[in-house]
DNA sequence: GAGTGGTCTAGACCACAAT
DNA sequence: TTGTGGTCTAGACCACTCC
């Protein structure tokens, strides 16, 4: 079957692009140009260009003209998968060590990314996750009581705090940054690593309903774990 | 001003599902009934909607309704700006030392990454990037000689290679993978650091018009850089 | 003033799900 | 058979830019 009108005018377009026919900058023909030619309402083609404008293939300046857009920006996607997960479609088996439940005061940084008085009560798990046995990752989490409530009593060797906390604090928003960091000691030695091997640490302050929930480091032991995804 | 239609349905469907009001699953009201409800066409209804599924917060199944979406799959998003980019955007100043620019034979990994036969040629670029005179990041980039048959006279004092590729081979892919290692002698003293500090490494592979163009290793100083983002 | 994109309408026909 | 989403039309009015 002939594909729908818009998806033509988006591939047409797509094409030009990608053929270099029109660079950056270029004025592409106008809504009433590309009706026209295809044959088709001003609607069907508004969608087409405004779907590609949406993925930053094309800026429109109203009253001017629709134009190609900046080259990409070098913009690249990481796709971060729960642990549980990443360990499972590699055909792994998931395990958890709770190694720490406490409920413990907020410190001077982690008060200031969690939003919340230095002194106040926060929760905090240390989880040792392993796949097939072996240690994959460290996650330390700090949770603001007040976001999830009942954290500390559920059994977190049958569901990850991330699935929890998702569960219960639908998450609008997730910072985090990654870097390569030493380990300290009984990160090191949980993780099972030589002296000297790096860590890959990814540290994530997610956030529910307006406030911050929820900040955490996820240690990778960086011998054997990688971060990877595509654009 | 009031926004437009399409807009005040959209916010009003995300506030129900921020809201928790709507479990995952859950059908949501369809078309006919949200454009009874804001006194709209349907179309203006049906825009709102397909934005939200675009986003992945609404699933649509033709012939049996809307509903929200599983729970947001734990991904998360990295944004990697170019080198130049991030230094220009911390109010640095970004140079470039060019340390090599060369033709060798393809390795046998290297070679099969990039899709060509051991021993083919490809160009080779060793860069040292800087940001206010500090090294920031190595940059070992490797790349097809039919993507870019220019490319080893270009001057990367001037134009990285990224920003010259994306300009002479559209981009159409990009795979990566994020590790914490230690770097070789080499690369440990370029980058300045101190032995036993570990480096974030990004490698990245490009492709365009479906072939691999360009493979490149980048190479940032763990203890003064970290790669950030946020959903 | 002519041209552009931004939005919206009130219909329409279709393929498909559930019943 | 009824209801759903998927698509499309042929107009319309607006705010804006460019000349």
Known sequence: MEPPAYLRIKNWL????????WREGDRIPSEPELARRFKVARMTVNRAVRELAAAHLLV??????????????EATLVEIRSIS????????????????????????????ELGVAEGEPLFLTVLLHRADGVPAQLEERW?????APEYLTQ??????P????????PLARVDYRIEARLPIETTR????????EPCLLLHRCSFSRGRAASSANLWYP???????GHL
Request: hydrophobic share 45%; glycine share 10%; aromatic share 4%.
């Open 189 to 196: 030695t949980a993780l099972a690593l030589a002296p000297g």
């Open 222 to 228: 960086g011998n054997r774990y990688r971060l990877t």
């Open 14 to 21: 797509l094409a030009r692009i990608e053929a270099g026919e």
């Open 85 to 112: 997960d990443e360990i499972r479609r590699g055909g792994g088996v998931h395990s958890t060590d709770v190694r720490k439940v406490a409920e413990v005061r907020a410190e001077a940084p982690l008060a200031a």
């Open 155 to 160: 059994d977190f060797a049958q569901i990850t």
């Open 143 to 147: 949770v603001v009581p007040a976001a």
């Open 60 to 73: 429109r300046a109203p009253g001017s003209g629709t134009f190609v857009a900046p080259p990409r920006h």
């Open 162 to 169: 991330s699935e929890y906390l998702m569960r219960v604090a």
